[in-house]
């Protein structure tokens, strides 16, 4: 691989951000026209769980606009992710040797997937149960009206609490073939793992029992589809190394 002088690769990298900014912002264009409908998409599952004439509610003049907006944005960066991990990946790739192409981009494209599932999994399975659980404690005269802005940031903190959470086997396939934990390690820690999992459920869910468990299971199974997937992916050090000779 020829070297390149610094303002090549500053150059380079501009026109890929460039790139990455206008796609995000055609998409965010294309989006905003239905940016209300988009709120209330992701507001549905509350919506359905709050008892006849419920609503939600803004607490400041400008959070009618603004939240929907923040909210379309956000679609618009994972609709737009395609093209931004295809600009990072260009920009990056030349000074790539041909086995880490050959690691780095199928486990990219599984880290994105597996956080999309996740978000749905948030969304489809854990809201409708989490929000009927609430809506049935509500005490008796209280009226449950959620603030649309306090609902999009506790939305937020769940996608990402289980986003992040499904991006586990990963974690443990990388830590594998770097090197930095065997597989039979894994096995042996599973126990603290599952009451680490059950841990972290605790932090970051609804303090509630089923949210909880609902993080805490799916947290340890990826655990072990993570070992499993190591167990075949996992190539002896020499072989990185005889692979690290050409490009």
Do not use: C
């Not at 040797?97 to 969304?123: D, N, Q, T, W």
């Amino acid at each position: 691989m020829n070297e390149q002088p610094l303002l090549v690769h500053l150059l380079e990298l501009r026109t890929r951000l460039v790139r990455a900014i206008l796609g995000l912002m055609l998409v965010f264009l294309g989006l905003f026209h239905w940016s209300g409908d988009i709120y209330h998409l992701l507001a549905k599952p509350l919506l359905d769980a709050l008892p006849n004439g419920g609503s939600m509610i803004a607490t400041e003049v400008t959070a009618t606009f603004f939240v929907p907006m923040k909210l379309t944005m956000l679609v618009a960066f994972l609709i737009s992710l395609p093209n931004t991990l295809y600009q990072v990946w260009a920009f990056v790739a030349p000074g790539l040797y041909s086995h880490e192409k050959r690691l780095i981009l199928p486990l990219v494209v599984a880290s994105v997937l597996l956080f999309l599932l996740g978000m749905a999994f948030a969304y489809f399975l854990v809201f409708p149960v989490a929000f009927h659980f609430f809506s049935m404690m509500t005490p008796s005269g209280v009226s449950m009206m959620t603030d649309i802005d306090k609902y999009l940031s506790f939305v937020m903190g769940m996608f990402i609490a289980f986003g992040v959470t499904f991006e586990v086997p990963i974690i443990v396939i990388v830590l594998v073939r770097m090197g930095v934990v065997s597989v039979a390690k894994l096995r042996e820690g599973r126990p603290y793992v599952i009451v680490a999992a059950f841990v972290v459920a605790a932090v970051v869910t609804p303090p509630d029992v089923l949210s909880q468990t609902m993080l805490a299971v799916p947290l340890w199974l990826l655990y072990e589809v993570g070992i499993i997937m190591a167990v075949f992916m996992a190539r002896p050090a020499r072989a990185l190394t005889a692979g690290s000779q050409d490009k």
